[in-house]
C-alpha cells in the first residue's frame, strides 16, 4: 500500500505560490492499478516522483510498504561519465539485485552492443531510452510508476518492450499518468483526479476520465 497522511506540496517564486498538493490524505490499494489524470501543469509529475522518493513533500509523510519503481523508462539518473554496465552495476547493488543477472539481461534486451562499455554522455537518447527500459524490466517490482512513457526504438523493439511490460505487469500494480485516455482504460482500475491541491479518487477509471474531460471544456 502507498499511504499520503497529510501531504503538502508547493512552489514559490518570486511572483506567486504553485500548490500541488494541500494536505492531501489517500491511500493507493494494493491490487488494483490507477490512473492519475489532470490538466497540464497540475503537478502530476511532481506527485509521482514524490511517490518515487526523488522528490519531498514541503510537509505531511508518505509511507510504503512494497517496493516501488522509478518512472518506467527514466534516463536521467543516469551518470554521464559512467560506461552503460557501470550505471547498471552501481542501480542493481543499491536494490540488492544480483549485479550478473541485471547486467546480462539489460545486455541482452538493449541491444547496445559495443556501446554497453562506453560512457552514457556518448549515447544517443534512443539508445538511453534502451538502456534505461531494460534496467526497468530487469528488476522486479510490486508496483510501476509510468510517467506518459514512450514509444522506444523502431517497431521490433518496441514490440519486445511492450511484451516485456505485459510480463511484468501481471504480478504488479501500476500508476500511471497519460493523456491517452484509451492507455489510461487499458491499464488502470481506478483513477485519481490532481485538481487545486485535492486528488480525487473515483473507483471507477471512467468516472476519472469523465470527470477529466469536464476540467477540459
Not at 514509444?151 to 519486445?160: E, M, W, Y
Not at 483513477?191 to 487545486?196: A, E, N, P, R, Y
Not at 473507483?203 to 477540459?216: F, T
Request: net charge positive; charged share 25%; with cysteine.
Amino acid at each position: 500500500m502507498i499511504r499520503f497522511r497529510n501531504v503538502s506540496k508547493h512552489f514559490r517564486t518570486q511572483q506567486h505560490r504553485k500548490t500541488i498538493l494541500d494536505r492531501v490524505s489517500v491511500e493507493f490499494l494494493p491490487g488494483y492499478s490507477y490512473g492519475i489524470l489532470g490538466v497540464n501543469g497540475a503537478g502530476k509529475s511532481t506527485t509521482m516522483r514524490m511517490i518515487a522518493g526523488t522528490m519531498l513533500p514541503n510537509s505531511g509523510r508518505i509511507w510504503k510498504d512494497l517496493r516501488v519503481s522509478w518512472p518506467l523508462g527514466l534516463s536521467a539518473g543516469f551518470h554521464p561519465a559512467m560506461t552503460g554496465r557501470e550505471n547498471l552495476n552501481f542501480v542493481a547493488r543499491a536494490y540488492g539485485e544480483d549485479v550478473r543477472r541485471v547486467a546480462g539481461f539489460v545486455e541482452d534486451f538493449a541491444e547496445l552492443g559495443d556501446y554497453i562499455n562506453a560512457p552514457v554522455r556518448t549515447y544517443s537518447s534512443g539508445m538511453s531510452a534502451r538502456l534505461a527500459f531494460g534496467l526497468s524490466m530487469a528488476i522486479e517490482f510490486d508496483c510501476y510508476l509510468v510517467d506518459e512513457i514512450t514509444a522506444v526504438g523502431d517497431a521490433r523493439f518496441q514490440k519486445k518492450c511492450r511484451a516485456a511490460f505485459e510480463k511484468r505487469r501481471k504480478n504488479a500494480d501500476i500508476l500511471m499518468i497519460s493523456h491517452g485516455m484509451n492507455t489510461i482504460k487499458s491499464y488502470c482500475d481506478k483513477g485519481m483526479l490532481l485538481v487545486d491541491g485535492r486528488l480525487v479518487v473515483f473507483d471507477k477509471v471512467d468516472e476519472a476520465i469523465e470527470a477529466y474531460y469536464r476540467l477540459n471544456r
